[in-house]
């Protein structure tokens, strides 16, 4: 197991187009979480999948933004008609349900967009 | 008022000093209490995690809670230059542990 991996790991686009960023958690975790971190901040919440349900949602998430876990493995984040404020580090973490690690995030390298 | 708040520094030391990271929270009813550290361009890594009031040591760290006063710290003895990072303290708010993040700590440790 190679840990949490994320797709693309840099992204620069224009202003008004689409984005997907791809997440791999590691195989035996069903929780997965997508963060967002700006540059001298601390990562903040988007959203949360426990296997395919997506059971919460940040107000930071506007609705440009979707994220999807179809079968409770990879997950996917779209941000459509990015804005230069989308800029941001996204950042993918998973963690077991139960057992000695459910309290411990283990986070991917993340996908830094650039919007233009 | 910010739901975790971290001294954003820099915080500077000379190698081998103790480092001593705060972070304060505001929601009484947080359990569990992390530490990550993060290399610039890099993600966050787990360090250390607490639950109960009191100390808790790993090699060259201790963390400490105080859950009356809303405190958590972070010690680093014989700080060395590897340690140069930013430190984010997190809180488990939640059942299925969604963690809210301070705005982190830099620390700087000088040769």
């Known amino acids: 197991d190679t840990g949490v991996s994320q797709d693309p790991r840099h992204k620069i686009t224009k202003r008004g187009q689409n984005v997907t960023f791809r997440c791999d958690p590691i195989s035996e975790h069903n929780r997965l979480y997508w ?21 919460e949602k940040s107000r930071l998430l506007s609705d440009r933004f979707s994220a999807e876990r179809p079968k409770g493995s990879f997950s996917t984040l779209e941000i459509q008609r990015t804005e230069q404020g ?30 233009l | 008022q910010k739901e975790v708040e971290q001294n954003s520094g820099p915080l500077s030391v000379p190698e081998g000093a103790i480092a001593s990271l705060n972070c304060t929270y505001s929601d009484r009813v947080s359990q569990s209490f992390f530490w ?40 680093i003895r014989d700080s060395q230059p590897s340690d140069s990072a930013t430190y984010l303290c997190a809180v488990n708010t939640g059942g299925y542990n969604k963690l809210i993040f301070g705005a982190g700590t830099r620390l700087a440790v000088h040769p």
Request: hydrophobic share 30%; aromatic share 12%; charged share 15%.
């Open chain 1, 35 to 55: 963060y967002r971190q700006t540059l001298g901040q601390g990562p903040e919440f988007l959203t949360y999948f426990q296997n395919e349900a997506q059971l």
């Open chain 1, 86 to 115: 989308d800029s941001a580090m996204y950042l993918c973490a998973s963690s077991p349900r139960t057992g000695s690690g459910a309290n411990v995030l283990t986070f991917g390298a993340g996908s830094r967009l650039t919007v």
């Open chain 2, 36 to 75: 990550y550290r993060q290399y610039s361009g890099k993600s966050p890594e787990l360090i250390m995690s607490i639950y109960s009031n009191g100390d808790k040591e790993d090699g060259r760290f201790t963390a400490q809670l105080n859950k009356a006063s809303q405190y958590v710290s972070l010690l």
